[in-house]
C-alpha cells in the first residue's frame, strides 16, 4: 500500500479522475467532458485542509447524483452558495466548492462564471469554455495525534482527560460537525505522568472538577472532550464556565444523567448557533426551538465558548430535548485501572457513559424445549436439545437497557445487548494500523450441507466500484479450515457448527485458541454460541466480527446471515449491521460485536450507513430514515431531502425524520433511493423493492 492517505488519479478511460481515500477505502468519481491528465498541486493553497491537490482542465465537471454542494467566494462580499439537484450558478470570479455528502472530503477552486443545470440524476459544473479547475481531498479518517502516559492516580488521569480537546480543530460551533473533532490523544498506563507538547489541552475557559477517583472521571471524559475543557479534581462534581458553577448533580438527576444532559444540549445548540458561521443552511431544529432560545444566534456564534456553555445550561431542558437526536453510543465500563486505554475512544464517541461497580451475573435463556426446529449446534451425548450444554459465554451476563443506537460493554463478562470491543483492535482502527486492498477477498466456509440456502445466489461482490474475490468451501478439514483462517483474508463467513471445542470438520475441531496469527481481518461466524472463537480469532488478530451469544435456530440464522452478508458487502460497519437489522424480524439479540465494533470491510456507498424502515398504516405508508455513526457521517453531520421537496437539513443520528407516502408515492420514492429499506420483517435492496 502506498504512504499516500488520499490519492487523485484518472479514470480508466482518463475522462475523469477518481479521489480514493487509501484509509478507509473510499473512492468518489468526478467526470470530465474531454480526457484530463491531473498535475499536483501544493495543497495549501485551499481555504480548507487537504491531503492531496492536482489541477486538470476541462469544460464540464459531473459529480454522481446525491451530492451537496457548497460554493464560496475566495473574493470579498459574496454569499455562500448551496446547490443540490436544483442547481445554480456563478459570476466571474475566484471560488471554492465543498462537496458534501462523500468520503473523502473533495474541494474544487475555479474562477467564474459557471453554471450548475437543474439535473435530477447527477451534478453538472459547465464553465462554457475549457478552464483550469483544481481538486483537493482529504480523508475523514482522524487518527490521534500523540500518547498520553498516566499512572492511576486520579490526579494523573484527570491531566491525561485534560488532554482531550487538543483533537478539536475549532472551539466554534463548527466543532459539532464530525471531521471538525478530531481523535483524542491515546492513554497508557505508566509508572509516571508523560503528556507530550503536541497533545497540550487548548484554552477553552472551561474547567470540569470531579471527585479524585476513576469511576468520576471516567463518567466527564466525553464532556470535557466535547468542551476542550481542564479537569480537575474537586469535593463536588460541577462545570466552571464564565465565572458560572454548574452543578453536575442535583436533586433530580444522577451525576451521570446531568452529565448526559449537559453534553447533549450543547451539542444540540451547537449545531442551530453554527448555521450562523460558514455552513448557512435551513435546520429543522433551529427552525422549531430559535424563537424559545433565551439568546440571539448571531451573537452566540462568536461568543467565546465558554459563554457558551454557560448561556446553553439556561435554557430549560424540557424545551430541547424533543429535538436532541438519538444519541450514537451508550458505554456501560467497570472503573478498572486496565480500562483508563478505552477514554480516548469513548470521549470520540462522544459517548454517554454508565459506570458499573459491580456486575450482576444473570444468564441469557435457552430456547424453550417445545421449539424443534433445527439448531446450529451440535447436540450432547444423549440427543436431547435440553441437554445442550451451556457455554461459558454465559456465565457473567448482564442486560443492556438504552435509548442509544449501540450499547458497549468494557469489563469482565458479556452484556446481552451490547457489544464487546477490544483495545488493541479499536487503537489499530483509530491509527490507520489497517491497510486496505483494491480488491476485497471473501471466504466463505459452509460445513452442513443443510445450511446451504445461507451461501447461494452471490450474497457478496455486489458492488459496481468494489472488486471483489470470492471464494467459497465447503466440509473443510482441520488442515484447511486452519490453512483458511491464517490466510490473508478481509472477510470470512463461517456456516456451521461451533461447541466448545471449537469449529466443527469433518474429522474433528479445530479452536480459534491455537491459532497464533489469523490474517483474517473481519468475520461473521454464524453458527451456536460462536462468541468464543470468535474472541480468539480477535486475539489472533483479527480486527472484528459478528458471533452469537446463544443457540440460534437454523431458519432464523440463514435469514440473518444472508442479510448481514448484504450489509457488509455494501460497506456497513459491524455496529451498524448489526444495530440495524434490529428493525427486522431477526435474532439479533442472540448476536453481538467483538473487536472493532466500527470496522467496515470496505466502504459504504457515499459513505454513511443509512436505511429507511418502512411501516404500512391503512391506506398509507409510513418511511423512517435512519443513519447510524461512521467516520466522518458521526453525530452531527446533516442530511437533507430534497427528493420530497424538503429544503430543511436534520441532525443525522438515529431516526433522523420520517414521511407519510399514499400508495402511488411510495413506489416511485423506493425506486428513487440507493438504501436498504426494511419492510414486511426483512431488509429490501434497490435491486429488489418488492411491488407494493
Not at 23 to 41: H, N
Not at 268 to 286: F, N
Not at 435 to 441: E, G, L, Q, R, W
Not at 652 to 679: I, N, R
Request: with cysteine; aromatic share 8%; glycine share 6%.
Amino acid at each position: 500500500m502506498s504512504d499516500e492517505l488520499v490519492s487523485i488519479t484518472t479514470l480508466d478511460e482518463h475522462r475523469g479522475v477518481l479521489v480514493h481515500d487509501r484509509v478507509d477505502d473510499a473512492r468518489f468519481e468526478i467526470r470530465t467532458d474531454r480526457s484530463v491528465e491531473p498535475r499536483p498541486v501544493p495543497p495549501d493553497e485551499f481555504r480548507f485542509p487537504v491531503d492531496e491537490a492536482v489541477s486538470i482542465e476541462a469544460e464540464e465537471l459531473v459529480a454522481p447524483q446525491g451530492v451537496v454542494v457548497y460554493a464560496r467566494s475566495l473574493d470579498e462580499g459574496s454569499e455562500t452558495q448551496v446547490w443540490r439537484e436544483d442547481g445554480g450558478q456563478l459570476e466571474a470570479g475566484r471560488h471554492e466548492l465543498q462537496v458534501m455528502s462523500v468520503t473523502p472530503k473533495v474541494y474544487l477552486r475555479v474562477s467564474g462564471p459557471m453554471t450548475v443545470p437543474e439535473d435530477d440524476n447527477r451534478m453538472r459544473f459547465q464553465f462554457g469554455e475549457r478552464r483550469e479547475v483544481e481538486i483537493g481531498a482529504r480523508t475523514c479518517h482522524e487518527q490521534p495525534a500523540g500518547t498520553v502516559q498516566t499512572t492511576d492516580d486520579p490526579h494523573d488521569v484527570a491531566r491525561a482527560v485534560s488532554t482531550f480537546g487538543s483533537a478539536l480543530k475549532t472551539l466554534s460551533p463548527e466543532r459539532s460537525f464530525p471531521t471538525l473533532r478530531g481523535h483524542p490523544p491515546l492513554v497508557e498506563v505508566g509508572a509516571e505522568l508523560s503528556v507530550p507538547d503536541v497533545v497540550s489541552p487548548p484554552d477553552s475557559g472551561v474547567v470540569v472538577e470531579v471527585p479524585p477517583d476513576l469511576a468520576s472521571l471516567y463518567r466527564v471524559a466525553p464532556l470535557a472532550f466535547y468542551f476542550g475543557a481542564t479537569v480537575e479534581c474537586g469535593t463536588e462534581p460541577r462545570v466552571v464556565a464564565d465565572g458560572e458553577s454548574l452543578p453536575l448533580s442535583t436533586d433530580r438527576l444522577s451525576v451521570e444523567e446531568r452529565i448526559d444532559r449537559l453534553l447533549q444540549q450543547s451539542f444540540l445548540l451547537d449545531c442551530i448557533v453554527r448555521t450562523e458561521g460558514l455552513y448557512q443552511m435551513e435546520l429543522e431544529a433551529r427552525t422549531a426551538l430559535e424563537e424559545s432560545l433565551p439568546f440571539d444566534l448571531e451573537s452566540m456564534y462568536d461568543a467565546p465558548l465558554s459563554q457558551r456553555v454557560a448561556a446553553y445550561d439556561d435554557v430549560p431542558y424540557h424545551l430541547v430535548e424533543p429535538h436532541v437526536p438519538q444519541w450514537p453510543v451508550r458505554s456501560t465500563i467497570t472503573p478498572n485501572p486496565e480500562h483508563l486505554g478505552y477514554l480516548p475512544f469513548i470521549a470520540y464517541w462522544l459517548s454517554s457513559v454508565h459506570v458499573a461497580e459491580h456486575l450482576e451475573p444473570s444468564s441469557l435463556p435457552s430456547p424453550p424445549p417445545e421449539l424443534t426446529d433445527f439448531v446450529r449446534e451440535v447436540p450432547v451425548r444423549g440427543g436431547s436439545e435440553e441437554m445442550a450444554t451451556e457455554s461459558s459465554t454465559n456465565s457473567d451476563v448482564e442486560s443492556a437497557t438504552s435509548e442509544a443506537l449501540a450499547q458497549m460493554w468494557i469489563g469482565e463478562g458479556v452484556q446481552a445487548g451490547a457489544m464487546k470491543p477490544r483495545l488493541e483492535r479499536v487503537r489499530e482502527i483509530a491509527t490507520g494500523d489497517t491497510a486496505t486492498n483494491d480488491v476485497i477477498s471473501v471466504a466463505v466456509v459452509c460445513t452442513d450441507r443443510e445450511m446451504l440456502d445461507e451461501t447461494r445466489d452471490g450474497i457478496y461482490g455486489l458492488r459496481d466500484v468494489v472488486d471483489f474475490d470470492v471464494s467459497t468451501h465447503y466440509c473443510t478439514s482441520i488442515a484447511e479450515l486452519r490453512e483458511l483462517l491464517e490466510r490473508d483474508i478481509d472477510f470470512f463467513h463461517y456456516v456451521g457448527h461451533i461447541d466448545d471445542d471449537g469449529f466443527q470438520c469433518p474429522d474433528g475441531h479445530l479452536d480459534a485458541a491455537s491459532l497464533e496469527y489469523t490474517g483474517v481481518e473481519a468475520f461473521l461466524l454464524n453458527a451456536c454460541r460462536s462468541y468464543d472463537q470468535g474472541r480468539a480469532l480477535v486475539d489472533a488478530g483479527a480486527k472484528g466480527g459478528i458471533v452469537t451469544l446463544q443457540k440460534v435456530f437454523n431458519h432464523r440464522a440463514t435469514s440473518f446471515g444472508r442479510q448481514a452478508a448484504r450489509f457488509l458487502n455494501q460497506g456497513y460497519s459491524l455496529e451498524a449491521t448489526l444495530s440495524l437489522l434490529d428493525h427486522v424480524s431477526l435474532p439479533t439479540d442472540k448476536y453481538t460485536v467483538v473487536g472493532a465494533p466500527r470496522y467496515s470491510v470496505c466502504q459504504t456507498k457515499g459513505g454513511a450507513n443509512v436505511a429507511g424502515v418502512l411501516d404500512r398504516t391503512g391506506e398509507q405508508y409510513e418511511l423512517a430514515h435512519v443513519q447510524h455513526p461512521a467516520n466522518a457521517f458521526d453525530i452531527g453531520s446533516v442530511v437533507n431531502f430534497s427528493e420530497m421537496g424538503a429544503s430543511e437539513h436534520h441532525i443525522a443520528s438515529g431516526e433522523v425524520t420520517s414521511w407519510t407516502l399514499s400508495p402511488d408515492e411510495v413506489t416511485p420514492f423506493l425506486e428513487s433511493m440507493s438504501d436498504p429499506v426494511a419492510f414486511d420483517g426483512e431488509f429490501h435492496w434497490p435491486d429488489d423493492f418488492p411491488d407494493l
